[in-house]
């Protein structure tokens, strides 16, 4: 499987109606309300990159509302047992926390070396090396935001090789 993070704008008011239509397209995994540049972050899943293209430009752009995607293909997919925390196995499942997507840029040939030691941070359920503008994609969760915070500025920003971090706040 391809997994693959599509950014999303949506035009005003519509937002609700387009991340509910989103959750009935095989393949997508999460879509989450986000705060800064984009109004929602879906996490999609494909056999293919093409499988995910299509269903990106397919169904997902078709929605009534979507102004603009923007699609970082994963190209290290982690398992849960990669994880700090188990990675619930279906959407039922969730429990409400709060959530923070972390885009992460770091100095040249130290990706891979950023992207395990964020794996082993407690918090950390996802962290994956990506296509496109940053070179690293994480969710981070916590109890509140303000222990997210202290993970990010206490941990995370502290390993050798981060030389930025683009906070997006999860509100859902």
Same mark, same amino acid.
């Given at each position: 499987m391809? &997994? =693959?993070y599509v950014k999303i704008d949506v035009e005003t008011g519509r937002e609700k109606k387009a991340r509910k239509a989103m959750r009935?397209?095989?393949g997508v995994i999460s879509e989450d309300f986000? =705060?800064?540049r984009h109004d929602i972050l879906?996490?999609?899943e494909g056999a293919s990159y093409e499988k995910i293209a299509t269903k990106?430009?397919?169904r997902m752009r078709k929605i009534k509302g979507v102004d603009k995607t923007i699609t970082n293909f994963v190209f290290d997919e982690q398992s849960p047992e990669e994880s700090s925390e188990q990675m619930p196995e279906e959407k039922s499942e969730k429990v409400e926390v709060a959530k923070v997507y972390?885009?992460?840029d770091v100095e040249t040939g130290k990706e891979k070396e950023v992207r395990d030691a964020m794996r082993k941070i407690k918090g950390v359920k996802? =962290? &994956?090396l990506i296509t496109g503008r940053h070179?690293?994609?994480a969710l981070v969760e916590g109890e509140t935001h303000d222990e997210i915070a202290s993970t990010i500025l206490g941990e995370i920003r502290k390993i050798k090789g981060i030389n930025k971090t683009i906070t997006n706040f999860v509100f859902d």
């Open positions: 391809v &997994n =693959a009935k397209i095989k986000v =705060a800064g879906a996490l999609v990106v430009m397919g972390l885009k992460i996802r =962290a &994956n070179d690293i994609m």
